[in-house]
């Protein structure tokens, strides 16, 4: 059984910006590594740095948000191809949720499969929270997937995210290829009942 993931808590670093694609939160360049690890690193790393690999402006590189687990994003986050490496790197470089007015759906996807939940606000909430976060770095904010509601502060507002990814998110059900791997011996048993053609042993 993997993580149930039902509630996420923890400070949050705002990243303004609508239609962020996915060639923006990791460059196809570092996408020739033969696994995922170490892509953490490379998150946004042409805004981040210039041609020297010096730092410039930008969330991810101001102190104040350093060990921020939730990232707040605004409408069409994740369009572009469909590379699954842009949540890959998000979650590697430690974000455990990702909040905003609206996510590509292949992106989607390809996040709540990792266990990494994308969660909507209205738009106001969505403001208020921003601005929240921007005023106080130190905010804590939490994602309750059971009560479908972000909280910080002394607010509340409610979240919205398909029944389906929150029902394989907090049953700890959303990694579909560790079910497969996971469920070896129902599958030979299936197997074994076939007629033709059966699995090479």
């Not at 990232?71 to 949720?97: D, N």
């Not at 290829?177 to 129902?186: D, K, P, R, S, V």
């Amino acid at each position: 059984m993997l993580e149930k993931i039902t509630l996420i808590r923890g400070r949050a670093v705002p990243l303004r910006g609508e239609d962020i694609d996915t060639d923006r939160i990791i460059p196809a360049r570092f996408m020739k590594a033969l696994t995922f690890e170490g892509l953490g690193q490379y998150l946004f790393y042409d805004e981040r740095f210039d041609e020297g690999g010096n730092p410039k402006p930008h969330p991810l590189n101001d102190p104040r948000y350093r060990g921020a687990t939730i990232l707040l994003v605004e409408a069409g986050f994740g369009s572009g191809s469909s590379r699954e490496h842009a949540p890959q790197a998000i979650k590697r470089a430690g974000f455990k949720a990702l909040i905003g007015e609206s996510f590509a759906e292949i992106f989607f996807g390809n996040a709540t499969a990792i266990g990494l939940p994308c969660v909507t606000l209205a738009p106001e909430d969505l403001e208020v929270l921003f601005q929240a976060v921007e005023e106080d770095p130190a905010l804590e904010v939490e994602v309750d997937l059971l009560a479908k509601e972000v909280r910080f502060g002394d607010r509340t507002a409610p979240l919205s995210i398909p029944e389906a990814a929150r029902e394989a998110l907090v049953e700890g059900l959303w990694d579909p290829i560790g079910e497969l791997l996971e469920a070896g011996e129902l599958l030979d048993e299936f197997d074994r009942r076939l007629p033709y053609p059966r699995r090479a042993e």
